[in-house]
């Protein structure tokens, strides 16, 4: 029985995210068809000799992977998570940190973020070879030593190879949904002109656009989300900008988001950049419209089926908001997400992937 085991940012569970689901999640799935998979911080000791294969997962935070593939001498793939925070970083991020920010390249934003990271204590330095080498050059080695890349859009691997000039081998390999959890059988009323926004309350995911979007209007919008670490200013700005229509729900667990994307109309997740956008899927099999960015990957999963936004325009916000809402059902987004982006099917992609390599 194959065993494979998963490195992960040592933040993975106490600053959870979407790959947070996304590691359990595949975790789990994987488990179901046969295999055993463990979990472990990138900060922990780890015994390599007892795994077939190493998984690593966000390849902007190679800090936690430089190490690992030096000691372990293990074939290894890695789950890119490409996530662009430039757009954010250098134009829209507030205060000291938005002037500093936009005097850097992409590369040097990512670098800059991590030493403050490692420096207060908020994150490990796994990998004190990512000082001298930088953020790029780190990246480079990890993706020409790599197996493969695992990426969830033929754009994010052209992306990979424009930022890093590096054409490792590469599978397409896309997030799912909990069909246990999310399947529209439920009989809850959609209730009219409700929206919801389901992440975590942060710079990149633009809440705060969206509330001047949708302040004072017909709309009832809940936000569902704690505020991300060192992202707390930023929330108490989309609180004291927040009209009265516009509520916050600290973050829930998954079992509790469907009654809501139940009762929902319509879900918004107008990010600066999106690789796919978890809550937008699970928001849409369960029977919401959805609006998302035009930037990142998640126009892969959506195509036609989606109301797109120019997260840089409360105005456009509103208008895909407006739009979805006047739609009709999408019961062909439904049925095309049960069929196509299940965790069960990242898991079946996944393992086909680990037969090639680690076999």
């Not at 990426?151 to 397409?172: F, I, M």
């Not at 896309?174 to 409700?194: A, D, P, S, W």
Request: net charge positive.
């Amino acid at each position: 029985m194959m065993k494979i085991l998963f490195i992960v940012r040592s933040t993975l569970f106490t600053a959870r995210g979407g790959d947070t689901i996304q590691v359990q999640e595949t975790a789990t799935a994987l488990r179901n068809l046969g295999l055993q998979v463990y979990i472990k911080k990138s900060s922990e000791q780890i015994n390599y000799a007892q795994y077939d294969g190493l998984h690593f997962f966000n390849i902007t935070r190679p800090a936690d992977i430089l190490l690992h593939i030096k000691k372990s001498g293990k074939p290894f793939v890695v789950s890119t998570i490409l996530i662009n925070y430039a757009l954010y970083d250098k134009h829209h991020r507030q205060g000291l940190a938005g002037k500093l920010l936009n005097k850097f390249s992409e590369p040097g934003i990512e670098y800059l973020k991590a030493i403050y990271r490692f420096a207060t204590g908020k994150d490990k330095l796994v990998s004190l070879s990512y000082l001298w080498k930088g953020q790029q050059a780190s990246i480079r080695e990890i993706l020409k030593k790599s197996n493969a890349v695992l990426v969830q859009a033929e754009a994010e691997y052209d992306d990979l190879v424009k930022l890093y000039g590096v054409s490792p081998d590469h599978y397409t390999v896309h997030n799912g949904i909990n069909t246990c959890l999310f399947q529209n059988k439920r009989k809850t009323e959609k209730e009219k002109n409700l929206v919801l926004c389901v992440a975590r309350i942060e710079g990149i995911k633009n809440q705060y656009n969206l509330i001047r979007a949708l302040n004072n209007t017909a709309y009832r919008l809940v936000l569902i989300g704690d505020a991300a670490p060192n992202q707390q200013d930023y929330y108490n700005e989309c609180r004291k900008i927040a009209a009265k229509n516009i509520s916050f729900v600290s973050h829930l667990p998954q079992q509790q988001l469907a009654e809501h994307y139940a009762a929902a109309s319509v879900h918004v997740l107008p990010s600066w950049f999106e690789v796919c956008g978890l809550s937008s899927l699970e928001a849409a099999v369960m029977g919401c419209r959805v609006v998302i960015t035009g930037n990142g990957y998640a126009g892969a999963y959506f195509n036609d089926d989606a109301f797109y936004c120019d997260p840089a325009e409360p105005q456009s916000i509103l208008e895909a908001v407006e739009n979805a809402m006047a739609a009709g059902d999408n019961g062909q987004l439904q049925q095309k997400i049960l069929q196509q982006f299940t965790w069960k099917k990242t898991a079946e992609d996944t393992l086909a992937v680990y037969k090639n390599i680690f076999n």
